[in-house]
């Protein structure tokens, strides 16, 4: 089960950190973890590797479509492999949903955007988080 941890860390350690970040096109907590993971040589799950495919293929699909993450044609593959890290389709699509939504909010890539309601509301399906793909 994973532990939460509350950490404090210098403006500039974390300006360093997001700049790598970035430039892997994760978010920070994917960044540290990923880095301490390496660091401890502990097999866990690459979360940062699922979230590149699912940002790819939802940038794939046809314009206009709105989606959630869980729809994206590889989610099940990702699901897949991490049954084989001992976690599950909840947790997965918890966590993927997390790092992905949080991408969209950073506006990290172009070409897909949250999916809003005749009133600009933000759209659910099924209580998950509803994008679309933007025509280019």
Known sequence: MPKRINLTISDELFKKIEQDANRFDVTVTMMIESTLEDKYDVNIFNYPASLALLVQEALN????KIFTVSQIPCFDMVVENAKNYGLTEQQIKARMGKYFNQKIREKSFKGIKRATDNF???KNICRAAAYIREEN
Do not use: A, S
Not at 61 to 64: F, G, K, Q
């Open 61 to 64: 699909l046809p314009p206009n």
């Open 120 to 122: 600009g509301r933000p």
